[in-house]
């Protein structure tokens, strides 16, 4: 099933960057499809970015389209999501998941395979 472990989260100004790391123990970073998703107080937990298995093909949610991207590392194990340009809106917990379902271009996470999630708060 896997492990996942994310950090790189931490305080940073509007307009500047942070990069998130999930490493993966247990299995391959590509096994699955993997994903990251944030939850903001109040709010419930939405989907970010994904990485198919096999291609590689990439999703993103609108809101952080042209500034996040998805990758990863299979010789370290690790999905990594670089934040460019933050915005105070971005201000949320990170996770990670280790299996997603992305059948009908759908990102659909794996209730069991997620990380304990990484702070990432954006001042303004």
């Known amino acids: 099933q896997g492990q996942f472990l994310e950090s790189g989260g931490g305080l940073v100004q509007a307009g500047g960057s942070l990069r998130l790391s999930c490493v993966v123990s247990?299995?391959?970073?590509?096994?699955?499809?993997m994903g990251w998703f944030r939850q903001a107080p109040g709010k419930e937990r939405e989907f970010v970015a994904a990485?198919?298995?096999?291609?590689?093909?990439?999703y993103y949610a609108d809101s952080v389209k042209g500034r996040f991207t998805i990758s990863r590392n299979t010789g370290e194990n690790t999905l990594y999501l670089q934040m460019n340009s933050l915005k105070p809106e971005d201000t949320a917990v990170y996770y990670c998941?280790?299996?997603?379902?992305?059948?009908?271009?759908?990102?659909?996470?794996?209730?069991?395979?997620w990380g304990q999630g990484t702070q990432v708060t954006v001042s303004s």
């Open positions: 998941n280790g299996r997603l379902d992305l059948r009908d271009d759908v990102p659909r996470p794996s209730p069991t395979d």
């Open positions: 247990g299995r391959s970073v590509s096994t699955y499809s």
């Open positions: 990485m198919t298995y096999v291609t590689g093909r990439t």
